[in-house]
């Protein structure tokens, strides 16, 4: 339904009627990598959290990080509600025969603005990463020459040449499985215990922390 689906975690209000939980149920399965959890769970910073309040519960709703949609019969006319609409925290309001496009159009830029978040501090972190690879690297390098070793022009020559046949065939890969498995093998033929995996935004939401190597 949205690329960042991954993001969010649903909670619907048991207030509502038992065939509006079910229909809204459905609508969530549509949203791949979203999770559904207890309406008393708490909130997950890291995730957007979607609310879908009955009326009969506005006055009790409270002023916290989740988004909350407020679910109408769709008989039901705002007329009724008197002031507690105004004076709860709804960010929205919609009626029963609500369909997943107009979910998404609602979550879609705070699920994106959450990702944008996360992938930020994953970009932060790989970049601290390569920083002490460099350095690593360059220690290594440091202890070969005071062995007498050194690196020969051909050495670097074929470095090159191996970084342009990883280019070419990434550039070849038909998917991110493929790109993925290019990867692994370049890694594995040129790095000593390294592990790599491409992530999507749906890895992305499942990263509790970014690990700093």
Do not use: W
Not at 34 to 54: G, H, M, P, Y
Not at 61 to 76: G, R, Y
Not at 134 to 163: N, V
Request: glycine residues 4%; aromatic residues 8%; hydrophobic residues 40%.
């Amino acid at each position: 339904m949205i690329l960042e689906s991954g993001f969010i975690d649903f909670r619907i209000d048991p207030h509502l009627k038992s065939e509006v939980r079910r229909h809204l149920e459905l609508l969530i399965a549509e949203f791949e990598g979203a999770n559904l959890i207890s309406f008393q769970s708490e909130l997950n910073s890291r995730k957007l959290t979607v609310d879908f309040i009955s009326e009969s519960n506005l006055a009790h709703s409270m002023k916290d990080h989740s988004f909350k949609i407020c679910v109408l019969d769709q008989n039901q006319g705002l007329f009724s509600f008197g002031q507690s609409l105004e004076d709860s925290f709804v960010d929205a309001i919609v009626d029963s025969s609500v369909d997943p496009e107009q979910i998404a159009r609602l979550v879609a830029p705070l699920a994106h603005k959450k990702y944008q978040g996360e992938e930020q501090k994953l970009y932060q972190a790989g970049i601290k990463n390569l920083k002490k690879l460099d350095l690593k690297s360059r220690r290594l390098i440091q202890k070969l020459q005071e062995k007498g070793g050194r690196f020969t022009s051909k050495d670097l020559l074929d470095y090159a040449q191996m970084l342009v046949d990883l280019e070419k065939e990434l550039i070849q890969s038909e998917n991110l499985i493929k790109m993925e498995k290019v990867l692994k093998i370049f890694v594995k033929t040129n790095f000593e215990k390294t592990k790599i995996q491409l992530l999507t935004p749906q890895h992305v939401a499942t990263l509790e922390k970014m690990k700093i190597y």
